[in-house]
């Protein structure tokens, strides 16, 4: 398809346009044509950034999983686990607020997305005294688990306490109805748990 002479939109423009379409009409409603409309320019102006709908979906994986998720600003030491809790909890609040997006960022996130960053967490846990051997171990656990439990739970429709677990029947699974009628945390209370205990575990298992 021919492109025009002059870019009439930015990229930029229209990645954040083609993640408020999803966001209103999810996924299903999103097209070029559409996202052309919704931009006020005809479909050709948008091949001067992207050749097609696939680079804009990596482009919507990066902006929602990457460049939106804030970094906490915590000082190294003996506290670090709780900058990667707070930074997982700052990372599962993006997926989150674009729980139509989930499917793209479940094929589409880059694998390198956040190597560019880990220099710096390396530094941090240097800093913080953690050994250099853990240093993957807890970076790549830390991708693993946090992309895992947020997608896994943006796919699903929110839970109550009582509900983490659906379609629960308390005569044929009384221990697990009883187990949820017992919780006290919330989905992200357990995600935020679950973080905490992975970083503890790697240094208890390592002294």
């Known amino acids: 398809m021919a492109r025009p002479s002059k870019p009439l939109i930015s990229r930029d423009a229209a990645v954040k346009a083609s993640i408020?379409?999803?966001?209103?009409?999810?996924?299903?409603?999103?097209?070029?044509?559409?996202?052309?409309?919704?931009?006020?320019?005809?479909?050709?102006?948008?091949?001067?950034?992207?050749?097609?709908?696939?680079?804009?979906?990596?482009?919507?994986?990066?902006?929602?999983?990457?460049?939106?998720?804030?970094?906490?600003?915590?000082?190294?030491?003996?506290?670090?686990?709780?900058?990667?809790?707070?930074?997982?909890?700052?990372?599962?609040?993006?997926?989150?607020?674009?729980?139509?997006?989930?499917?793209?960022?479940?094929?589409?996130?880059?694998?390198d997305l956040f190597v560019a960053t880990y220099e710096d967490t390396a530094q941090f846990l240097l800093d913080s005294g953690v050994p250099t051997e853990l240093h993957v171990r807890i970076l790549d656990g830390m991708e693993t688990l946090a992309i895992g439990a947020v997608l896994m739970e943006a796919m699903r429709k929110p839970s109550t306490k009582s509900t983490i677990f659906p379609?629960?029947?308390p005569e044929s699974q009384p221990l697990l109805a009883e187990a949820l009628a017992s919780n006290e945390l919330t989905q992200k209370m357990l995600f935020e748990e679950t973080v905490r205990s992975f970083l503890h575990g790697v240094i208890r298992d390592h002294m």
């Open 20 to 111: 408020e379409i999803i966001d209103d009409e999810g996924l299903d409603g999103f097209s070029l044509p559409k996202l052309a409309k919704h931009l006020g320019v005809r479909a050709p102006s948008l091949y001067h950034h992207f050749t097609d709908k696939n680079e804009i979906f990596v482009e919507i994986a990066k902006h929602i999983a990457g460049a939106t998720v804030v970094t906490p600003r915590r000082r190294p030491g003996p506290e670090w686990p709780e900058y990667f809790v707070a930074l997982g909890l700052n990372f599962r609040q993006s997926i989150l607020r674009h729980r139509n997006a989930a499917p793209i960022l479940l094929q589409h996130l880059p694998r």
């Open 167 to 169: 379609n629960v029947d």
